[in-house]
């Protein structure tokens, strides 16, 4: 039987906590003191490793990355989605993907944001467009840019879009946007 240290090791990593307020005297008088003690808060980093798969999106990713936009379209009805979809929502059929990288397009909505989460609040305002692609039955949501967002214009419904993509791929959804054609 091996024989247990009387102490446990202690190492510097993480956090060091130092001067927490606690009555020197422990009788029950003394202790009171602690009802009315603050909550004790600890700010500590976190990492963590994720992975994530894109499972069947991953060929829209993929065409993403090589300045292709890709869609899906039912092989029986040919209902076409814009965004990525394995399979058809009435057939429940396996979808085919297909190229609409050269289609017209066109902003049917947009709405400029003045607020966003993290990654995208130092951007603010930025406009999100909904696109329309000839051929296609359902809408993109992507930003629009090459606009001023202060300027707002009903005269931008309508009008003909080219996508964009970024240089250097993140894998996500906003590697690709869009400018007036």
């Not at 927490?20 to 422990?26: D, E, M």
């Not at 003909?160 to 959804?173: A, E, V």
Request: with cysteine; net charge negative; proline share 9%.
């Amino acid at each position: 039987m091996t024989e247990q240290p009387l102490r446990r090791e202690e190492t510097l990593g993480g956090f060091i906590v130092h001067g927490i307020p606690f009555p020197v005297n422990t009788d029950p008088e003394a202790l009171e003191f602690l009802k009315k003690m603050t909550p004790i808060q600890i700010e500590q980093g976190y990492q963590i490793t994720y992975l994530h798969s894109y499972g069947q999106d991953s060929p829209w990713f993929a065409g993403l990355t090589n300045r292709r936009l890709l869609a899906n379209r039912d092989p029986e009805s040919g209902y076409t989605y814009a965004t990525p979809r394995g399979h058809d929502m009435a057939s429940g059929l396996r979808t085919d993907w297909i190229d609409i990288t050269d289609l017209p397009a066109r902003v049917h909505a947009f709405t400029v944001c003045y607020f966003g989460s993290q990654e995208f609040l130092p951007e603010t305002p930025f406009i999100l467009a909904l696109v329309e692609f000839e051929g296609v039955d359902t809408l993109l949501l992507t930003r629009l840019m090459g606009l001023d967002p202060q300027k707002p214009s009903l005269d931008w419904i309508g009008m003909s879009l080219r996508p964009r993509f970024l240089r250097n791929s993140k894998l996500k959804p906003t590697d690709v946007y869009f400018v007036p054609a």
